[in-house]
């Protein structure tokens, strides 16, 4: 693959179609696309002889190559031995990344990723990737991934190539050539390699294309197992090693948390085991980490690292993105209770082993850690706000869990009712004080990082937050509608509902897993507004208007649906109804993983590949309103809302939606 040449800097046969039709100068640097004009504009650069191929979303080119200014273009030789040869062969990587500059415009979004956005700026090295950016070495496949996050929450690149499609669309066209460049390089994958690889499976995840993320992860798993093979023997003595070294760590726990995300549900298997990660250390503090100062930290297990030299010398505290990879191990270890315990096996002792555990790692947290008022606004300040209000999301959506199936365990007993549950022991309040608790937490370290967001930029909160989010208002709001909270708690727990609402719709826009989320936590809104509640109870907002949906799931996922039928279920022919005429009354309301009860969901009635849905969405689901909220909540009452949401929960239909619906 070879990037077309035009013969001259200034020729008029020469100007590509933007130019023409702007009867303006074509001006090619080094006779290379984009031109100036199209460089400055972030257009796509093309010829007149290019003009059909492109339209037809085809590289216009003869010999295929992206579009893009950027970095470490490869080109491929027609020989599948890869041997060197005079033309067309893969350059050394340091050579690739002198052969284009990357423009102001996208440099500047790569910067954005690495200084401020989860998982970059906390799993990379900010100080050589800066440096390398602006010198122009850092590898294509790192630079492409980067910008497939950055795509997501940047007005201008959403613009420029989103179209109808939105923020997945532009991170999508990122996301192609990063794929391509890392397959290109399978053969000897590089650290930056597998740093992409991680983003993409994010990317991917975050698109609802579950397997596709899942095989991803099991790609990156084997790539780092094969570099930490070939790096063992190689540039030792180096004076930068222990940065080499750490940065190798900390991309091997990125992959184990994703490998705990997206493992967490029966029948995927981890990509990451134990004997994997059981002596790699914890990552350092980020000041040891960005200077370059060699530091020994504990294990995940909290035994010494086999590096030290000697029992006597001293251990430094965990770092910022360790203890993130600590909350992430009391998350899934929660995970794991709800996946393999069952209404007869249920135990209280495993419930309040978990939630010791979590405790501990609260415990573990240096001071400026802590959860405590106003130490949210600090970290912001500083820079650490993500990473601070990531750790604590983490702590509090597995708390919420944890006593979310201890009161799910009580109302399923047979024979419960509303005065049962006033003859509950003392202790069951507590849990519902603290469910409350974390979710309040939650909902006030988003509002918080929203207070100190950018007035243009675009709010783009990491998916585990969005579904601790999700967790925390749909678990008060089931609370409220149960009739399990004090009465003078109601005001607060739509409060909370609403501010999660937004949240979510806001998410949904940027990622097509959270989709769902949002209309579920809708109709729980709607019901708790219009519901068999006291009547003197304070009314919220109406739920916000339409958003735009993309593509629910691509052809990948799997077929098996979490959908579960209510008791009372419709007919199949009250399924299907257009939107000229009012939704009939049906059984049935928008599960978490986005379809009706007993009905096919978007990971089950996906689009033929490459089809982009029009602004307007289709229904996912029998009845369901355009604008996302369905219109089967207005029938259902608070009771019918509780015993089918309890029903999800039993089936771990939450979890199935957090993995993007998929195996």
Request: neutral net charge; glycine residues 8%.
């Amino acid at each position: 693959m070879t990037s077309v040449v035009r013969g001259t800097s200034l020729r008029a046969g020469g100007a590509c179609v933007r130019c023409r039709k702007g009867k303006t100068k074509c001006v090619y640097e080094n006779g290379r696309a984009p031109c100036r004009n199209c460089a400055k504009g972030m257009h796509e650069c093309y010829l007149p002889s290019e003009s059909l191929a492109h339209h037809h979303g085809q590289s216009p080119a003869r010999p295929p190559r992206p579009r893009e200014s950027l970095p470490g273009e490869r080109s491929v030789s027609a020989t599948s031995d890869r041997q060197p040869v005079a033309s067309g062969t893969v350059l050394p990587r340091s050579m690739q990344g002198n052969s284009e500059k990357l423009n102001p415009e996208l440099l500047t979004e790569c910067e954005r990723v690495i200084n401020k956005t989860i998982p970059s700026c906390v799993a990379f090295h900010k100080p050589s990737f800066l440096q390398k950016l602006k010198n122009g070495t850092l590898e294509a496949s790192i630079i492409n991934g980067l910008l497939t996050c950055a795509a997501r929450s940047s007005p201008a690149l959403i613009r420029r190539y989103g179209g109808q499609g939105g923020a997945s669309s532009a991170s999508e066209h990122f996301a192609v050539k990063t794929i391509n460049i890392i397959m290109q390089n399978l053969d000897n994958p590089s650290l930056a390699d597998i740093q992409a690889l991680c983003l993409l499976i994010i990317h991917e995840w975050g698109n609802r294309n579950a397997v596709r993320a899942y095989v991803y992860l099991g790609q990156a798993s084997r790539m780092a197992q094969m570099y930490r093979i070939i790096a063992v023997h190689q540039n030792r003595g180096d004076p930068d090693q222990f940065i080499k070294d750490e940065s190798f760590r900390r991309t091997l726990w990125l992959i184990y948390v994703l490998d705990c995300f997206l493992t967490s549900s029966p029948g995927r298997q981890p990509a990451v085991s134990h004997h994997d990660v059981k002596d790699v250390p914890l990552p350092c503090p980020d000041m040891s980490y960005n200077f370059g100062t060699p530091v020994y930290v504990r294990t995940l297990a909290g035994t010494p690292p086999p590096s030290l030299p000697d029992p006597t010398t001293p251990m430094t505290e965990v770092g910022e993105f360790g203890h993130i990879v600590m909350a992430t191990q009391a998350w899934r270890n929660v995970i794991e209770m709800l996946t393999t315990v069952t209404s007869i096996t249920f135990s209280e002792e495993e419930c309040a082993s978990l939630e010791a555990g979590i405790e501990a790692v609260r415990n573990s947290l240096p001071m400026h850690f802590m959860d405590k008022p106003g130490h949210i606004n600090l970290h912001i300040t500083m820079g650490s706000g993500y990473t601070y209000a990531m750790l604590h999301c983490l702590l509090h959506c597995a708390t919420i869990m944890v006593n979310r199936r201890r009161l799910l365990q009580l109302v399923t007993t047979e024979g419960f009712n509303t005065e049962t549950w006033r003859m509950v022991p003392h202790v069951h309040l507590q849990t519902v004080d603290r469910v409350f608790a974390a979710a309040h937490s939650v909902v006030s370290l988003l509002l918080a990082l929203e207070a100190n967001t950018d007035k243009d930029a675009v709010l783009n909160f990491p998916l585990v937050m969005l579904f601790s989010c999700f967790t925390a208002c749909s678990t008060v709001a089931w609370f409220s509608l149960k009739g399990l909270t004090p009465g003078d708690v109601n005001e607060t727990a739509e409060s909370i509902v609403r501010d999660g609402m937004r949240f979510l719709q806001d998410g949904a826009n940027i990622w097509i897993l959270a989709v769902p989320w949002y209309r579920h936590l809708t109709v729980m809104n709607k019901v708790l507004r219009n519901g068999d509640r006291p009547p003197q109870r304070a009314q919220v907002d109406p739920a916000a208007p339409s958003i735009k949906e993309d593509t629910a799931s691509q052809p990948d996922n799997n077929g098996d649906s979490m959908d579960y039928e209510r008791p009372q279920s419709a007919n199949a022919q009250e399924q299907v109804e257009g939107r000229g005429s009012e939704p009939p009354r049906k059984s049935g309301f928008t599960t978490i993983n986005g379809g009706s009860a007993g009905a096919s969901t978007p990971a089950t009635a996906s689009p033929p590949p490459g089809q982009q849905k029009a602004d307007s969405p289709a229904p996912s689901s029998s009845g369901q309103a355009a604008e996302g909220a369905p219109a089967a909540g207005n029938d259902m009452t608070a009771a019918e809302l509780c015993v089918a949401f309890e029903r999800q929960l039993l089936e771990l239909d939450d979890l199935a939606a957090f993995m993007g619906g998929g195996v």
